[in-house]
Nanobody, 123 residues
């Protein structure tokens, strides 16, 4: 089982970015996939989640700006981010705790994490 993120880049404030999480070794019909970010000096936080039945979860910081979806053909989960702010600068990880539903909590270190992709927002 593996998760692999891609799509991180440098973008100006107000811009958009599309991150992808490629899933291998299991089906997205089994587990929810979280997007978690960590900025320097800050705690990890969930920015979105997609359940095994394609039900999305967004915390307040992401509502109306981020959209999570599934690409069935590629067995991937997509995070579309818009109206990016400098505070969105962080390493973004896709993670599963191997549960089918979204809890809103950051999964444990021992759960399945990708390697992360760096997003930088600045002028």
């Amino acid at each position: 089982e593996q998760l692999a993120e891609s799509g991180g880049d440098w973008v100006q404030p107000g811009g958009s970015l599309r991150l992808s999480c490629a899933v291998s070794g299991f089906s997205l019909d089994q587990y929810a996939i979280n997007w978690v970010r960590q900025a320097p000096g800050k705690k990890r936080e969930v920015v979105s989640c997609l359940s095994n039945e394609d039900l999305p979860y967004y915390p307040r910081l992401a509502k109306d700006r981020f959209t999570v979806s599934r690409d069935r053909a590629k067995n991937s989960v997509i995070l579309q981010m818009t109206r990016l702010k400098e505070d969105d600068t962080a390493v973004y990880f896709c993670v599963t705790d191997r549960h089918p539903v979204c809890t809103g909590y950051v999964p444990a270190e021992t759960d399945l994490w990708g390697q992360g992709t760096q997003v930088n927002v600045g002028s």
